[in-house]
């Protein structure tokens, strides 16, 4: 599976942005998608989950009501709405899918199987 990350840019506090992550290859393999950030000096943090069914979707505290997560299966895409922006978004923006079935999406990094690029968002204020 490849995933290829997009859709960054600079904005200004307060603004919207989409990122979208196109998967290739084995997708009938993936069971999760989920979106990541990594701020400098920073560990990368869940931003985001959505079964590839659609079936559920999990947010941080840090985004619920901000942010929004979507897929589009035809065309092997999941995307990142981001609105109210907050100059703390800036960050690198990572997708990453999970091959396992799991009972709750994992928060964990290390528990996702593929990454995409980082795509990189600055809030300016």
């Known amino acids: 599976v490849q995933l290829q990350a997009s859709g960054g840019g600079l904005v200004q506090a307060g603004d919207s942005l989409r990122l979208s992550c196109a998967a290739s290859?084995?997708?009938?393999?993936?069971?999760?998608m989920a979106w990541f950030r990594q701020a400098p000096g920073k560990e990368r943090e869940f931003v985001t989950a959505i079964k590839w069914s659609g079936a559920y979707t999990v947010y941080a505290d840090s985004v619920k009501g901000r942010f929004t997560i979507s897929r589009d299966n035809a065309k092997n895409t999941v995307y990142l709405e981001m609105g109210s922006l907050k100059p703390e978004d800036t960050a690198a923006y990572y997708c990453?899918?999970?091959?396992?079935?799991?009972?709750?999406?994992?928060?964990?990094?290390?528990?996702?199987?593929?990454w995409g690029q980082g795509t990189q968002v600055t809030v300016s204020s």
């Open positions: 990453a899918a999970d091959r396992r079935v799991r009972s709750y999406p994992s928060l964990k990094s290390g528990d996702y199987d593929y």
């Open positions: 290859g084995r997708t009938f393999s993936i069971y999760l």
